[in-house]
């Protein structure tokens, strides 16, 4: 067995935790780093891009699972979340989007701290990548990005195999019909319109925190390993209790700092087994409270559907190719599409509808002018990631098209319905619990289904929506894109805010009113990004890690 006191220990090995756990230990050589992670430290199906892909319910994943939601007619969604070293970003699908500068410039504001802006962020940015921008493209600013940073950033034309996927043409005209235009590079700070699929895949295999980060001698890492609490002496955190794989207590000690790193469920949930959490919450599990805190409050998350579409004509455009030929696209290099697209909905009943309904600081973060309220992507293959698919794909040429709401206004709660560690949290995101969210994640669908139903380049090509009853084909009405949402709904796996900088931690992560713990992970975004979460991730592990290193540099 290990040592059992260090100056800090980290708990989770995800995305966060791995870079902290390189960072801070080959800057801090006289001090002692713990890494304890409940997964394993590999598993065969991380490296190639698309090992993981569309599998679920494995031995890497947390089985996590919503309530069943009310405004879906009570469907109950996946969550899962990486168990094995390097979180989630083992198991994700490399998608690579920073967001937008004025969501980061609110953030900012919002805390009263400028290194949470844009600009502050971009260093760290900068310092997690090597970016590899398109083939073809010559407007990538390149001031933006890195250039020696771990982890490799492709967009699809740069990424090592060839991934001109079929309908590539397609695709470009159907967005342009729809006035979508396109963005070079969408981790310029501007997300808006559609842009090459950029991420963290090269050569057809994930970079990912555990692999690309290095550990340093004063690293142990410890897998395999489940912290069941941390330990405090009043307010003073002085170490953690874990489970063994065995199943044994035991406790370990921090001379300095436990740094929680355990996602943005397993933050909370540890939070509130160690007696910081809503004050109702601990007095019904029978737990002795540290601090009364709305820790688990304030969850959201992207929720998506999909719909499923045909192509029973020969492809007309020059720029769709053929899936199959090597010269042009390599099937492993990664997941199969070419575009992803952001979208705002500036539409009259839409604008009405927020000032109506919304609170002061909600209608200034949806009024944000660079702030995308949905997205869409089109991916090559039949993909139905609902909790029971029930959908056959059809031969031929298709595409699964994914409206996603990137902007929700609910917000959810994950909470502990015992004090025992080995039970999973409630998760309730309470998606689309008022009119707002409904009518965006709507007007997403119905504008790209329109493009599908009614454009010409769609009509050329003989599109048809396939696996709907006959009753709703061409139907966008509200109850129509409400019978395909409760029966594909799925969440993006972007779940954010259960412990929010401002009310459960501060500016620099410290748990407020604790002394020596930390939260840094994604349950620490305040308000829902949109973009998706791995890319601001490693910008906040890199920030977090040189703020620590600059505290203990000289201790
Ligand atoms: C299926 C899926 C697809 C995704 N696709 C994308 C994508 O394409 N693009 C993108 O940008 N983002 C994507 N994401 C989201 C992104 O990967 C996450 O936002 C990111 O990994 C979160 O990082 P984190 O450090 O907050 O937590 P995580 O990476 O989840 O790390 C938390 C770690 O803590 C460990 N842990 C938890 N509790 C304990 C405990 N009690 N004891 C010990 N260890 C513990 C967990 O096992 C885990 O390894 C996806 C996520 C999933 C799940």
Avoid at 16 to 24: P, T
Avoid at 35 to 45: D, K, Q, S, V, W
Avoid at 70 to 82: A, F
Avoid at 297 to 314: I, R
């Amino acid at each position: 067995m290990v040592q059992d006191t260090f100056d800090f220990i980290l708990v989770g090995g995800g995305l966060a935790g791995c870079v902290l756990a390189s960072r801070l230990s080959a800057a801090l050589l006289n001090h002692t780093f713990l890494l304890i992670e409940a997964g394993p430290a590999e598993n065969e199906r991380v490296r190639p891009a698309v090992g993981v892909f569309m599998d679920d319910n494995s031995e890497i994943e947390w089985p996590l699972r919503t309530v069943p939601q009310k405004s879906m007619n009570g469907l109950i969604m996946k969550q899962e979340q990486g168990k094995v070293l390097g979180g989630g970003s083992a198991i994700n699908y490399q998608s690579w989007i920073r967001g937008a500068r004025g969501e980061y410039d609110h953030w900012a504001e919002k805390i009263g701290d400028p290194r949470w802006s844009w600009q502050g962020l971009l260093p760290y940015f900068i310092k997690s990548e090597t970016f590899l921008p398109g083939l073809d493209l010559v407007d990538v600013d390149t001031t933006v990005h890195g250039t020696s940073g771990p982890i490799k950033v492709a967009q699809m034309s740069s990424s090592g195999l060839p991934r001109n996927y079929p309908l590539k043409g397609f695709v470009t005209q159907v967005y342009r019909s729809i006035g979508v235009s396109f963005n070079p590079d969408v981790n310029s700070g501007v997300t808006l319109g559609y842009s090459e699929h950029t991420c963290s895949t090269y050569k057809g295999q994930r970079q990912w925190a555990a692999s690309c980060y290095p550990n340093s001698d004063n690293l142990t890492v410890l897998c395999d390993t489940h912290v069941s609490k941390v330990v405090f002496d009043g307010v003073r955190t002085t170490g953690i209790e874990l489970r063994t794989s065995r199943g044994a207590k035991m406790l370990l000690k921090a001379r300095q700092e436990v740094i929680l790193c355990s996602g943005v469920y397993g933050s909370p949930k540890l939070l509130i087994l160690s007696g910081i959490g809503p004050s109702a919450q601990s007095e019904r599990l029978g737990i002795p409270k540290v601090l009364d805190l709305p820790v688990g409050e304030n969850l959201t998350d992207h929720l998506a559907f999909m719909t499923f579409w045909k192509f029973p004509n020969s492809l007309p455009l020059e720029d769709d190719i053929d899936l199959l030929s090597d010269k042009d696209c390599d099937p492993l290099a990664g997941p199969p599409l070419d575009y992803f697209a952001f979208l705002r909905h500036d539409e009259e009943s839409i604008q009405e509808l927020a000032q109506h309904s919304l609170s002061e600081e909600l209608l200034r973060i949806h009024l944000l002018k660079d702030r995308p309220h949905t997205e869409n992507y089109m991916i090559y293959t039949h993909l139905d990631v609902s909790i029971k698919p029930t959908l056959a794909a059809e031969s031929g040429t298709i595409l699964s098209m994914s409206h996603v709401f990137v902007s929700p206004t609910s917000r959810g709660t994950v909470r502990l319905t015992s004090a025992d560690p080995n039970d999973l949290p409630i998760i309730d995101p309470r998606f689309l619990s008022n009119d707002l969210d409904r009518q965006l994640l709507y007007a997403c669908a119905r504008s790209a289904m329109n493009m599908m139903i009614t454009s010409e380049t769609a009509r050329k090509y003989g599109v048809q929506e396939y696996g709907i009853d006959e009753s709703l084909r061409n139907d966008v009405s509200d109850a129509a894109l409400g019978a395909r949402l409760n029966r594909t709904g799925f969440s993006m796996h972007h779940p954010g805010g259960t412990c929010a900088m401002g009310s459960v931690v501060d500016n620099n992560c410290n748990v407020i009113g604790a002394e020596g713990l930390r939260v840094i992970d994604g349950s620490i975004i305040p308000f829902p990004l949109g973009c998706h979460y791995q890319a601001p991730l490693y910008a906040i592990a890199e920030m977090m890690s040189d703020v620590i290193i600059e505290q203990y540099q000289t201790v």
